[in-house]
């Protein structure tokens, strides 16, 4: 995070306390460019844009978190200015990240006006698991015929994290351990490309649907639950559980 020693910082966007509003978000003076007294300007400089680039990358952390938590409401529109002033911040990182996140689909540019939150259906939901399938699914079962069992052993904090938040409800931290879990049985195929593809694919389906913004407590502990019986059949070397669990877990995140 960003340095600043005892200020306050934009709040980590998974693993902060569930229900922390976006307006309790801060980002710290030295992070605004500001100079403390004995500070000399041309010393500044060359950190000024490291912590401009560090601010945006918290900025769109922040604001990944709240549209997983539901808390940026799809269909809604939201102003650079209005939402830098409830960080804490000016309006060009909160431009910045909300540029971004349009590239990404999560939202879309209202000129004059500001970011619209993208309103999306359970067709758009199903249609990205039916992709991340194609994806994940033949690779998994790859690595389940291949991969020893005490390197699936080395996954095991990752499923814990998952169970840890959806027991506690808490939606930013649950998306990011989601995607991690996955990202980490992946990567034991060593191509990045494909960890980078699906990853992108698994963040666009964990945004929030237009008639249902907040996903269930129960949803989640369901999700985490086969987390961990698919870690326990990769390490057991089960192939045909591992291919009956992936399915499930796939055909399950498009409802």
């Keep these: 995070m960003e340095q600043g020693g005892a200020r306050e910082e934009v709040r980590p966007p998974y693993g902060a306390p569930a229900g922390v ?11 605004r460019g500001e100079h403390t007294h004995g ?24 604001l990944r978190a709240s549209l997983v938590d539901g808390e940026l409401i799809p269909g809604q529109v939201y102003s650079a200015p209005a939402l830098g002033a409830r960080f804490g911040v000016s309006a ?32 758009e939901l199903a249609e990205l ?27 095991r904090p990752l499923a814990d994290a998952t169970v840890a938040a959806a027991a506690v ?7 990011e351990a989601d995607r991690a879990f996955h990202g980490a049985v992946l990567a034991l195929a060593g191509n990045g490309s494909l960890v980078a593809v699906a990853d992108d694919l698994h963040r666009r389906s964990q945004w929030p649907l237009m008639d249902n913004p907040v996903t269930r407590r129960a949803d989640l502990l369901a999700d985490a639950s086969e ?6 059949a990769l390490i ?20």
């Design 129 to 155: 698991a039916e992709v991340r399938a194609l994806i994940e699914v033949p690779v998994m079962l790859r690595l389940a015929r291949t991969v020893p069992p005490a390197r699936w052993c080395a996954l």
């Design 39 to 62: 500070e000399h300007p041309h010393e500044e400089a060359p950190r000024a844009q490291v912590r401009r680039h560090s601010v945006r990358g918290q900025i769109l952390d922040a």
């Design 169 to 175: 409800g808490d939606r930013a931290s649950y998306a």
């Design 92 to 123: 060009t990182p909160v431009r910045e990240a909300m540029q971004q996140l349009a590239v990404e689909g999560a939202v879309e540019v209202v000129p004059n006006r500001g970011f619209r939150v993208a309103e999306r259906g359970p067709r």
């Design 236 to 255: 057991a070397q089960d192939v045909a559980v591992v291919q009956s669990l992936v399915r499930e877990h796939f055909a399950g995140a498009d409802g």
């Design 21 to 31: 509003p976006v307006s309790a978000v801060r980002v710290p003076e030295q992070a």
């Design 227 to 232: 987390h961990t019986a698919l870690l326990d």
